[in-house]
């Protein structure tokens, strides 16, 4: 009644300004993530290219099931027992370092512990790079043996994350070749399987040439001729690398782990290995497709009904993703939708504030 009456007191112009305000506030929380997504959704490509078409014909074709034996020699743990042919709905690759065995014993029992998503199979396993000593290796051949949910490169992959991504690919085609889509993430990284499980259950076109994440634009290549990351202008002559997905957490589709892999041979020099797999997507003319419920590098302000909407967030140490899961798990269930919409909105002014360093 109160409120009722303060609000029939005010005149019009009062009114427009009321709402001029809660229109702008909204404006600019929410209005760069709606115009992104509405901009970056990819338009259909026209393969007028004949490289590009060489890339898809020769992605199709591609079968490493005969060379498995081979394969498996690129690695010193190749779990190729891992996914036993089984029809896996989302696989995930977290990409850990050999060393951090503190954070995967934590992944493994908070966001990674499931293996259906509304009765679809999903499983994640980790990736490692080879270890320094054989006291080290030893200690992850016994994780290993208790597990069964790591993969490990060998030593090729030392100094090259570009080299232990295409390891990472090859290892699907060839060990999972049945897992329709692929999500590749890292260890620092909170994943919210289920949203992006039922994301993906709810795509209505048929889920070919999907490569989703937090799109980056306009990246310029780095051009300072002493830095290990150099591309020179010779090598790739554009102003601006092509779109790509944020490395922190992205998903290929089955077919498009093939493309990228087939194109990765023909993709040149040093570049940052998310924009990496951008150049091989274009190569091989799959667009990215953008979803801000990715964080991308962000470490997102933890309220309970944002996290449950958004699909990652980053900079998770293991005592933050152990309390964040608890928290979770206490209060259960769902979040209406305008809980969704006010957690988001809490969990956007502090991530903002915590970035212009106001807050802890
Ligand atoms: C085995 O792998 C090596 C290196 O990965 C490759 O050069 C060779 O052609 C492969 N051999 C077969 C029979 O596939
Ligand atoms: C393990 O990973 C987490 C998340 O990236 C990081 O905060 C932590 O420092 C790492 N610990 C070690 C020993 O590398």
């Known amino acids: 009644m109160i409120f009722r009456c303060f609000l029939c007191k005010l005149r019009t112009h009062q009114w427009c300004f009321l709402l001029f305000n809660v229109l702008l506030f909204h404006a600019l929380l929410f209005g760069a993530d709606f115009v992104e997504e509405y901009l970056l959704q990819p338009t259909p490509v026209v393969y007028t290219d004949g490289a590009v078409v060489r890339v898809r014909e020769k992605a199709r074709k591609l079968d490493l099931s005969a060379a498995k034996e081979n394969v498996s020699k690129a690695y010193h743990i190749s779990n190729a027992e891992a996914c036993r042919n089984s029809d896996i709905f989302l696989l995930t690759l977290v990409f850990s370092s050999a060393a951090n065995l503190t954070q995967r014993e934590v992944i493994r029992k908070t966001w990674a512990n499931s293996v259906v998503i509304q009765g679809f199979p999903v499983k994640t396993l980790f990736f490692l790079g080879p270890t320094q000593t054989s006291d080290a290796q030893e200690d992850i051949m016994r994780e290993s043996e208790h597990y069964g949910d790591i993969i490990q490169a060998?030593?090729?992959?030392?100094?090259?994350?570009?080299?232990?991504?295409?390891?990472?690919?090859?290892?699907?085609?060839?060990?999972?070749?049945?897992?329709?889509?692929?999500?590749?993430?890292?260890?620092?990284?909170?994943?919210?399987?289920?949203?992006?499980?039922?994301?993906?259950?709810?795509?209505?076109?048929?889920?070919?040439?999907?490569?989703?994440?937090?799109?980056?634009?306009?990246?310029?290549?780095?051009?300072?001729?002493?830095?290990?990351?150099?591309?020179?202008?010779?090598?790739?002559?554009?102003?601006?690398?092509?779109?790509?997905?944020?490395?922190?957490?992205y998903v290929l589709s089955q077919d498009v782990v093939r493309k990228v892999y087939v194109a990765s041979a023909a993709v040149p020099g040093p570049v940052p290995i998310d924009a990496f797999v951008g150049l091989c997507a274009q190569k091989s003319g799959v667009a990215p497709t953008h979803s801000a419920r990715f964080s991308g590098e962000k470490h997102v302000y933890y309220n309970a009904c944002c996290y449950r909407y958004l699909f990652s967030s980053a900079g998770m140490g293991s005592h933050e993703l152990e309390k964040v899961w608890k928290d979770l798990e206490q209060k259960g269930g769902q979040c209406s939708l305008l809980k969704t919409y006010y957690g988001l909105v809490n969990c956007k002014v502090h991530t903002y504030l915590d970035k212009l360093g106001l807050f802890n």
């Open 154 to 249: 060998d030593k090729s992959t030392l100094q090259d994350p570009k080299e232990r991504t295409v390891l990472a690919l090859r290892w699907v085609i060839a060990f999972c070749p049945l897992s329709r889509f692929i999500l590749l993430t890292k260890e620092s990284v909170f994943v919210n399987l289920p949203a992006i499980g039922s994301y993906l259950l709810g795509l209505h076109r048929h889920p070919e040439d999907l490569y989703l994440g937090r799109v980056i634009q306009k990246d310029s290549p780095d051009r300072n001729p002493n830095s290990p990351g150099f591309l020179p202008p010779t090598l790739y002559p554009n102003k601006f690398l092509p779109e790509y997905c944020d490395g922190t957490a």
